[in-house]
């Protein structure tokens, strides 16, 4: 959206977007070789920071809609009902396994429900196979995102046990080198745009726009039926406090990060984005 309606333009940035894997992309951030990268603080990321790159979280992305069911979704048993569900030794489908941020919103639903990130069978899965291995009974559990769950929302024998928490967002701006150190005027500029981006096109609920759907499928090249179909994201560019420290401590869990836990001060940056709104000279 920001280079379509031109908003880096107007801040005299020349933006290429590139689609690479994070595993491909986090190398090249850390070198330089790409300035920022719209990713997660996965534990891949706080594994490269352990090792030595030069990366922050400097910006969130989006937290759901409280209607939303993007989340930890189960096939019940016979005679189990949503709130007897135990999940210790069930088999869960994922397309990232260990080392995802959703790790940190499933360890609390696995918590509620007599489970737990080490009391899981993980089995990855291509982004296609995920709904059928659950409705085949190839897996008993599946985070699924916007829109998939609608497909099971409401069948008889699933059930919904719990989504990321309500305006805490996961994901955003990760900038590497060149733009934390080399140019930060540049890396302000970048969030300007994206914060004036959001204030401006995605406030409330957006999808209320009936013309603004159209154009926003049409941009995202994406079925508009698909994209009506979920409720509008609360898009927020604020780090919380303390995201990253229960971020690793669900990593740990999963047995995806090594080490030590990292402080929030070598792995989060909030001065760019509060420069960008005028909160910092």
Request: aromatic share 8%.
């Amino acid at each position: 959206m920001a280079v379509d309606k031109g908003e880096f333009e107007k801040e005299g940035l020349d933006v290429t977007l590139k689609v690479l894997p994070t595993p491909e992309a986090l190398p090249l951030l850390a070198k330089g070789e790409v300035d920022a990268l719209w990713a997660a603080p996965e534990a891949a990321v706080m594994n490269g920071i352990r090792g030595g790159f030069t990366i922050r979280w400097v910006a969130g992305n989006f937290s759901p809609d409280p209607r939303s069911k993007s989340g930890l979704w189960v096939r019940l048993k016979d005679g189990e009902t949503a709130a007897s569900v135990r999940m210790a030794d069930r088999r869960l489908g994922t397309m990232i396994g260990k080392g995802s941020v959703i790790a940190y919103p499933m360890e609390r639903a696995l918590e509620r429900h007599g489970g737990g990130l080490d009391r899981i069978r993980y089995q990855q899965l291509g982004s296609a196979d995920v709904l059928t291995a659950l409705q085949n009974g190839g897996v008993d559990s599946a985070w699924l995102l916007d829109p998939v769950w609608r497909r099971v929302d409401g069948e008889p024998g699933y059930a919904f046990l719990g989504g990321q928490p309500p305006g805490e967002p996961l994901g955003g701006m990760l900038y590497g080198p060149s733009l934390l150190n080399d140019d930060v005027d540049a890396g302000v500029a970048l969030l300007r745009a994206y914060i004036r981006t959001v204030n401006t096109y995605f406030a409330a609920d957006y999808k209320q726009d009936e013309r603004y759907v159209t154009y926003l499928a049409k941009l995202l090249k994406t079925d508009e039926a698909i994209l009506r179909s979920t409720p509008s994201l609360r898009m927020d560019w604020e780090i919380r406090t303390g995201t990253t420290d229960r971020l690793q401590a669900a990593y740990l869990a999963q047995g995806a990060a090594e080490g030590d836990s990292l402080l929030e001060s070598r792995t989060v940056t909030r001065s760019l984005y509060e420069e960008a709104v005028g909160h910092r000279r």
